[in-house]
């Protein structure tokens, strides 16, 4: 399985951009939101499950796209089925550690 992934440092808060490979350059939508998910925002690296896992316990917050990203951070205890939002069916996923 592999993700794309995009790092950014700031003021000390690690910041996770991943999502399913397949779903880059699509735009998802329903009657609220579009969302574009490019791979400039998404896709600075493609990486396995060992380094997404490693990410995703390592970063502040994470803004997740796709079934396989967001099965994964929920598997690792990241985030929760409340918290997961479909569009166009198509599960999204913002978290915030504290």
């Given amino acids: 399985m592999l993700f794309a992934s995009k790092l950014i440092t700031s003021s000390g808060n690690i910041i ?3 999502c399913d ?6 735009t998802i939508k329903d009657e609220k939101t579009e969302i574009k998910i ?3 925002y998404y896709n600075e690296k493609t990486i396995d499950e ?3 896992e490693y990410l995703l ?4 917050s994470a803004n997740m796209v796709g079934e396989q990203t967001i099965s994964l951070s929920l598997k690792l ?3 929760s089925e ?4 479909q569009i ?6 913002i978290i915030f550690k504290t």
């Fill in 77 to 79: 205890g990241i985030g």
């Fill in 88 to 93: 166009d069916g198509i599960p999204f996923l």
């Fill in 21 to 26: 490979t397949d779903l880059l350059d699509k």
């Fill in 82 to 85: 409340k918290g997961i939002r």
């Fill in 16 to 18: 996770l951009n991943i």
């Fill in 50 to 52: 060992v380094e997404a």
């Fill in 57 to 60: 316990q390592k970063c502040t």
């Fill in 38 to 40: 490019s791979s400039n």
